[in-house]
Antibody, heavy 120, light 110 residues
């Protein structure tokens, strides 16, 4: 069965960076886009970007350009998102989610989310 | 960006029908697909896909959930509503990047 297992809660200081992971299993990692989504406390869902692990291509929401960097390791079927220059605004839960098909698919499987808290 | 508009909350009685709407600022349909999807999110959990391409039931989702619509107007229906359905429901479009989500409709019991 498809599973996306994300890394644990992060407490980080302002101006620092954090890298969170999303380990995929139960399907061919290189065949589906992996998306990242942010949910700030009490708020809705914002799309950050996607990575295609088959070739490493990425696409970002302009809002997160320069904030998020997406990578993938085919050998371990793991996707990563690094967030840089963190501020309190970046405190949120971050989800990875698999796209159901190559073209314009829904997000059919989600990781459990990683809570990132930015505080001094 | 395509803006998706949802009502903030809906109160229904158990066993009744709930109709949740989502309006897009421009068409999210192509000649092949209606690219609107619906998710359920309970507190402290990740979103779960309910309906994809406007009207297709995702795997393992009960048949009391259904979706309809095309172009700019879409509806998620839950009939009959059960206690376990208390959650926030989000629509999401994949017609254009950036992917966008509605602000969510919180389903409450009357």
């Amino acid at each position: 069965q498809v599973q996306l297992q994300q890394s644990g809660t992060e407490l980080v200081k302002p101006a620092s960076s954090v890298k969170i992971s999303c380990k995929a299993s139960g399907y061919t990692f290189t065949s589906n886009y992996m998306h990242w989504i942010r949910q700030q406390p009490g708020n809705g869902l914002e799309w950050i970007g996607w990575i295609y692990p088959g070739n490493g291509n990425t696409k970002y929401n302009q809002k997160f350009d320069g904030k998020a960097t997406l990578t993938a390791d085919k050998s371990s079927s793991t996707a990563y998102m690094q967030l840089s220059s963190l501020t309190s605004e970046d405190s949120a839960v971050y989800f990875c989610a698999r796209s159901s098909r190559i073209i314009r698919g829904s997000l059919d499987y989600w990781g459990q989310g990683v809570m990132v808290t930015v505080s001094s | 960006d395509i803006v998706l508009t949802q009502s903030p909350a809906l109160a229904v009685s158990l066993g009744q029908r709930a109709t949740i709407s989502c309006r897009a600022s421009q068409s999210v349909s192509t000649s092949s697909y209606n690219l609107m999807h619906w998710y359920q999110q309970k507190p402290g959990e990740q979103p779960k896909l309910l309906i994809y391409d406007a009207s297709n039931l995702a795997s393992g989702i009960p048949v009391r959930f259904s979706g309809s619509g095309s172009g700019t107007d879409f509806t998620l229906t839950i009939n009959p509503v059960q206690a376990d359905d208390i959650a926030t429901y989000y629509c999401q479009q994949s017609r254009e990047l950036p992917l966008t989500f509605g602000s969510g409709t919180k389903l409450e019991i009357k």
